[in-house]
């Protein structure tokens, strides 16, 4: 039962146009959502999060957007940059429990 | 602040063998858990700890120990290693639960 999904395996971007990454969840009780970058042979980094009450946080050239209706968020990076490739996770949690569920990941691939 | 460390980076076992993985971390952090990362499946927890003195399993506990016996501490333990405990391995802290988890550089285990 995957409660966080990431349909898309990959996706591969010009540099300096937008890159957006999509997330889906199942489980209602979620309501703090976060976005992990990850190079290889590294650990995940925190990118930026989202809680249930806003829809919207921006930090930088990232941008997270949450639905809560559709069970939907997505990760908009503008402008993308070549340093940007690595493999994006969005995770969610519930505040009441901490643990997080993590999706099975997008490899962004930004060429110059 | 050195952050999330882990030891080893790498490890080779033969089946059967035990071992444990070391987690520390300088934050001050109640909360620690601990990660596998497979190819296509994202990561998933394996044990988490709110605080010293407690310990709770996560996604796929079976085959593995933990302890919590300090603040800064974590070890994970494989009492007999099997090939399908090839994997990658996350520590992760956060200050409470609910909160932003930090994660460490990861342990690559190939149990043959």
């Known amino acids: 039962d995957q409660q966080v999904k990431q349909n898309s395996p990959s996706l591969s971007v010009q540099e300096g146009r937008i890159s957006i990454l999509n997330c889906d969840y199942t489980?209602?009780?979620?309501?703090?959502f976060l976005w992990y970058k990850k190079y290889p042979a590294e650990g995940p980094t925190f990118l930026i999060s989202?809680?249930?009450?806003?829809d919207k946080n921006e930090d930088g050239r990232f941008t997270v957007f949450l639905n809560k209706s559709a069970k939907h968020l997505s990760l908009h990076i503008v402008p993308s940059q070549p340093g940007d490739s690595a493999v994006y996770f969005c995770?969610?949690?519930?505040?009441?429990?901490?643990?997080?569920?993590f999706g099975q990941g997008t490899i962004l691939t930004v060429h110059p | 602040n050195a952050g999330v460390t882990q030891t080893p980076k790498f490890q080779v076992l033969k089946t059967g063998q035990s071992m444990t993985l070391q987690c520390a971390q300088d934050?001050?952090?109640?909360?620690m858990s601990w990660y596998r990362q497979d190819p296509g499946m994202g990561l998933r927890l394996i044990h988490y700890?709110?605080?010293?003195?407690?310990?709770d399993q996560g996604e796929v506990p079976n085959g593995y120990n933990v302890s919590r016996s300090t603040t800064e501490d974590f070890p994970l333990r494989l009492l007999s290693a099997a090939p399908s405990q090839t994997s990658v391995y996350f520590c992760?802290?956060?200050?409470?639960?609910?909160?932003?988890?930090?994660f460490g550089p990861g342990t690559r285990l190939t149990v043959l």
């Open positions: 934050m001050n952090h109640e909360y």
């Open positions: 992760a802290s956060s200050y409470s639960r609910g909160y932003t988890q930090y």
């Open positions: 700890s709110v605080g010293a003195g407690i310990t």
């Open positions: 995770a969610a949690t519930g505040t009441s429990y901490g643990k997080l569920t």
């Open positions: 989202i809680s249930s009450i806003k």
């Open positions: 489980n209602s009780m979620f309501d703090y």
